[in-house]
């Protein structure tokens, strides 16, 4: 199982919001290039990079910091946040992300990412998906739509996305552990699926158990920033 360290953006700097409030924000580095280069040198070899201005914005905006990471690190970036049109999508793998990530526009136009996904190769997109109670959430998780998890998976399957993360609304940015159940489900319905987990994370027992289920890999954030994990827990793992 492949780890993946995240770091969120505002204004430039690595931060980490606590359940998606822009409110309960907490500055960890103010140069996130800083940031990657202590995760590659760890041996990590992906980088989960949000944008959270872009986010807010509905366009990207620290694709400034994008482009710094591409250009001096040899991390394999899937970068996330205010990707809307396709212009967006350019600047994205313009400035170096190996992968571009989508959330909610998956959910509100399918039209525009289905076309996206054919001009640009499904592989080279992440697909996010936030999720409560087994429905998928969006606009920064304030509204549950009442479409399943499980359907809105197998729609982009269909599409030939490989690669899905899915977050746990409740869980994320608590240090209260990953939705476990939710991903045995997901993994045992998808076995194809490259799933990656995402939220909850908070010690390497967590991590253990999700390589244990079947997860491609895990994202994790605050565990790292918060100590609960050290890039000297991670060296080796990320390798494997």
């Known amino acids: ?34 940031v990657a280069k202590q995760f590659e040198d760890a041996g990590l070899q992906r ?3 949000v944008d959270l201005d872009g986010a807010k914005a509905g366009a990207v905006k620290n694709w400034k910091v994008l482009e710094a990471i591409a250009g001096k690190t040899a991390l394999v970036i899937d970068f996330g946040g205010g990707i809307k049109t396709e212009k967006d999508v350019n600047i994205v793998f313009e400035s ?3 992968l571009a990530t989508i959330g909610s526009l998956a959910v509100k136009n399918e039209f525009e990412f289905v076309k996206w996904l054919l ?32 359907d809105f998976l197998q729609k982009y399957v269909d599409h030939g996305v490989q690669q899905v993360f899915c977050t746990d609304v409740s869980k994320d940015g608590l240090l209260a552990g990953p939705s476990v159940e939710l991903y045995k489900k997901i993994i045992e319905r998808f076995p194809s699926l490259h799933f990656i987990a995402s939220g909850g994370v908070s010690a390497m027992a967590d991590l253990e158990t999700l390589a244990e289920i079947g997860c491609a890999g895990a994202i994790v954030g ?9 890039l000297e827990d991670l060296k080796g793992v990320g390798k494997s």
């Not at 199982?1 to 690595?14: F, L, S, T, Y």
């Open 119 to 150: 001009q640009y190769g499904a592989e080279k997109f992440l697909l996010g998906a936030d999720v409560k109670d087994e429905k998928i959430t969006v606009g920064g998780w304030l509204e549950t739509t009442d479409i399943s998890i499980y």
């Open 96 to 98: 170096g992300a190996a």
């Open 47 to 49: 980088l989960h990079l």
């Open 1 to 34: 199982m492949q780890i993946i360290p995240a770091i969120d953006i505002i204004d430039g700097k690595c931060v980490r919001l606590t359940q998606g409030d822009y409110e309960q924000k907490k500055v960890y580095n103010e140069h996130p290039l800083e």
């Open 222 to 230: 605050k565990a790292i920033y918060e100590n609960r994990i050290t």
